[in-house]
Structure formats: structure tokens, C-alpha cells
């Protein structure tokens, strides 16, 4: 669990030797990790909006999916481990908008 979550926010774990996400509330009490279960299918259909941004990533990037503390405010830098990558870290900074994640493209 990410530091100063509270409980009953809403995370995205990705599945162990795959390239998805499941959601997934945080429990109530002071935990700083819990189980969670999913359905071992093939990769889900994607929404119109990941399609959508995966047309717009120029040609030789990935996306990887951010997550916005709460109480973050849009303009501040975020460092984010790549995927992957032990020792790779980049930057992202926080979009205007009440969000709680977004996509950053990056080099692998």
C-alpha cells in the first residue's frame, strides 16, 4: 500500500508475469500490504480511451500508468519507478484536473 493511503481508496496492482491491472479497495485498519484476488484470464478488451492513448504514443515508447497520492496537487513532479527497470526512475509531472492517475510514455 502506498504511503498515506487511507483505507477504502481505490489502488491498481498489477498482476505478477503480467502486463495488467486489477483494482482493488484499501482494506479498512493500518495495512501496508494486503491480498488481492483476480481472475487469471487472457488480457482484458481495452477501453476506447487506453486505445486511444496508445495511438497517440510516438513509435518506439510505452505507457506506464501513474497513480496520484491523494492531496497531490496538478504541476508537482513525481518520480516513477519503470516497470521492469529495478534502478530506472523518470519523471512525471501531475496533470491539471481532478485526477487520480495518468499514462506517462516513456523509452524502455
Known amino acids: 500500500v502506498p504511503p498515506n493511503t487511507p483505507p477504502g481508496t481505490t489502488i491498481h496492482v498489477q498482476i505478477p508475469g503480467q502486463n495488467r491491472l486489477v483494482a482493488a479497495v484499501v482494506p479498512p485498519g493500518n495495512v501496508r500490504q494486503f491480498h488481492v484476488a483476480y481472475d487469471d484470464v487472457p488480457a482484458p478488451v ?3 480511451l487506453q486505445v486511444q492513448s496508445q495511438s497517440m504514443v510516438p513509435a518506439g515508447q510505452v505507457l506506464v500508468l ?3 497520492p491523494p492531496g497531490t496537487p496538478a504541476g508537482t513532479t513525481m518520480h516513477v519507478q519503470v516497470p521492469g527497470e529495478q534502478n530506472r526512475v523518470i519523471e512525471a509531472v501531475v ?3 481532478n485526477v487520480s492517475q495518468f499514462h506517462v510514455a ?3
Do not use: D, H, L, R
Open 95 to 97: 496533470p491539471p484536473g
Open 46 to 48: 481495452q477501453s476506447e
Open 66 to 68: 501513474v497513480q496520484i
Open 106 to 108: 516513456y523509452t524502455p
